[in-house]
């Protein structure tokens, strides 16, 4: 059974813990939708991906960051997943997302162009995983992505998020 068309949101993103959570989960379900990105894509979720991935190739050439790009790469590979699940939870996380998004952009743009183009190298070796059909390539590639990411924006530490 498919996921409703329209799921449950989540609340507004409140707090840089929010955030933090919202990576913490982001790592194992998007390195697992890569995983299977890779194993079942077709032609066109192919070309979908890498339709996100010259937008974010386009955006890094002109040292800018795209959060839409990226959030559209990320929902590519959700899709290629062929698991209405992840796509839906990424549709549902879309503001949480975004936000982290923003703040590691504006964490690249303060450092000038190289981590930029780091962080389009790492985009690039995932579409290419995907597009070899090498999947515990991707899940690992999608897994240092997004651990990179976070570690980008909270400076390898993060939060005490545990409960008191």
């Known amino acids: 059974m498919a996921p409703p068309a329209s799921p449950v949101g989540f609340s507004r993103v409140e707090s840089i813990a929010d955030v933090q959570r919202c990576y913490e989960y ?16 077709n032609p066109a979720a192919l070309q979908r991906i890498e339709e996100s991935l010259e937008l974010l190739r386009a955006a890094t050439g002109s040292h800018q960051h795209r959060e839409d790009a990226n959030f559209s790469f990320h929902l590519g590979i959700a899709a290629a997943s062929n698991n209405d699940y992840f ?6 996380l879309r503001e949480h997302i975004h936000v982290g998004m923003k703040m590691h952009g504006q964490a690249l743009m303060s450092t000038g162009t190289r981590e930029l183009t780091v962080v389009f190298e790492e985009h690039t070796n995932i579409f290419q995983a995907i597009r070899n059909r090498d999947s515990a390539l991707a899940h690992d590639l999608m897994f240092g992505h997004l651990a990179h990411s976070q570690a980008r924006l909270f400076g390898g530490g993060g939060l005490d998020l545990r409960m008191k």
């Open 26 to 41: 982001r790592l194992t379900i998007e390195a697992r939708a890569a995983a299977l990105a890779a194993e079942r894509h």
């Open 87 to 92: 796509e839906a939870s990424s549709r549902a």
